[in-house]
C-alpha cells in the first residue's frame, strides 16, 4: 500500500557556500522531509537514476523544460529524486544543464524504501533503484501519484509512460 503522505526522512545534501572559496565551496546540509514539503506543493519525480538513457533524455529534461509552467500552476518546486548519492546528482545536473529542477539525492534510498517504490535492478547491475513515478504533494500529503505500470523487482521496462511532466502539467491544470 502506497502512503499518503510523504516519508518522513533525512536527506544529505551539498550545497554551495560562496564564503568557502576554492574550486570545491560545497558542504553538507542534511535536510529532512519538513524541510523540503512543510507548508508547500511540490512536484517530485523518482526514477532509476543518474546518467540512464531514459532519464537523461526524456524524463529529466520534460520536468526542466516545464519548470516555469509548474510554476504557473502554483507548485512551489520541482524536484527529481533518485537513489544516487549527493555528487553524482550535483554531476548529473551539471553533465545535463539543469539550472531549475532541484536535484535531490536519496543516497540510502530511505524515501524511496518508505514510499514502496524501492525495486532491484541486480539484472542490469544497478543494485536498488526507484520505480519510475511522479506525484504532487502539498503540505506532505501526497494528493495525486503516477507511478508506472508493473511495479516489480528487475523489471525490463523503464519506460516514461505516465511519470512524465506533460502528464503531471495536465493533472495540475484540470485542478
Known amino acids: 500500500m502506497l502512503p499518503s503522505r510523504v516519508p518522513n526522512v533525512k536527506f544529505h545534501t551539498r550545497v554551495r557556500n560562496p564564503d568557502l572559496g576554492g574550486p570545491n ?6 535536510l529532512n522531509s519538513s524541510d523540503i514539503f512543510s507548508g508547500r506543493s511540490i512536484v517530485l519525480f523518482g526514477l532509476p537514476g543518474a546518467f540512464t538513457p531514459a532519464c537523461s533524455e526524456s524524463h529529466l529534461p520534460g520536468f526542466e523544460r516545464l519548470y516555469d509552467d509548474f510554476r504557473a500552476a502554483g507548485v ?39 514510499m514502496g517504490m524501492l525495486v532491484q535492478h541486480t539484472n542490469s547491475g544497478m543494485g536498488m533503484r526507484s520505480w519510475r513515478y511522479a506525484m504532487h504533494v502539498v503540505d506532505g500529503d ?3 501519484l503516477h507511478a508506472e505500470p508493473g511495479l516489480t523487482d528487475n523489471s525490463d521496462e523503464l519506460a516514461v509512460t505516465i511519470s512524465d511532466a506533460g502528464t503531471m502539467l495536465q493533472y495540475l491544470r484540470a485542478g
Do not use: H, S, Y
Open 25 to 30: 565551496p560545497f558542504e553538507w546540509k542534511t
Open 76 to 114: 512551489d518546486e520541482v524536484i527529481c529524486l533518485a537513489v544516487n548519492d549527493a555528487f553524482v546528482m550535483f554531476q548529473w545536473a551539471k553533465a545535463r544543464n539543469i539550472q531549475k529542477v532541484f536535484m535531490l539525492p536519496d543516497g540510502n534510498g530511505d524515501f524511496t524504501r518508505q
Open 142 to 144: 501526497i494528493r495525486r
